[in-house]
């Protein structure tokens, strides 16, 4: 698979690698695992200046890189994030009712809990594409987020 070069990577992704997604298949792990390889070597991966989307990830990973490939990867993140090279972040404004500024009107419905990653590709002036593996809401806003110009890669297929 040919893989993106600068990243949003959504948190089910380091889920699905740790083995931890009972709904997917290990075809759906393996991939997520080659993914994280992939971005841990050769991807930007862009993350809020707030650290919402790293604090997520803490909630599902260990700072001990261990045991699962997620958790490898949450690790490097942590110990690269001055690294320009592998992790870059943007500045994303809260609007205070639970999503952010820099999401457009078309998709205030959509799931709020992902709303830090569109406002993230957003604020990479759409640079980044976000990288999903078993988060159906992505699927079923395809037509709003490519509307919006928010490329969503499906890294478990369809």
């Known amino acids: 698979m040919n893989h993106p070069s600068r990243v949003v990577i959504d948190t089910n992704v380091l889920i699905v690698a740790n083995g931890k ?7 759906c792990m393996n991939s ?3 993914f994280l390889e992939h971005a841990e070597s050769r991807a930007v ?10 604090e997520e990830y803490e909630r599902y990973c260990s700072f001990k890189g261990q045991p699962g490939l997620g958790d490898h990867f949450f690790l490097h993140l942590h110990r690269r994030q001055a690294d320009p090279r592998r992790v870059q972040k943007v ?18 419905t959509f799931d709020p809990s992902d709303h830090k990653f569109v406002a993230t ?3 990479d002036e759409r640079k980044s ?11 079923q806003a395809a037509q709003e987020l490519t509307q919006n110009h ?9």
Do not use: K, M
């Open 121 to 123: 590709v957003i604020a």
């Open 32 to 34: 997520a695992a080659e």
């Open 129 to 139: 594409v976000i990288v999903n593996c078993a988060d159906s809401d992505w699927r």
């Open 45 to 54: 991966v862009v993350l809020d200046s707030s650290w919402q989307i790293f």
């Open 91 to 108: 500045h994303i404004t809260p609007d205070g009712d639970g999503s952010y500024e820099e999401i457009p009107d078309g998709l205030r």
């Open 150 to 158: 928010i490329v969503v890669i499906e890294i478990c297929g369809s």
């Open 21 to 27: 997604a009972d709904h997917v298949g290990s075809g």
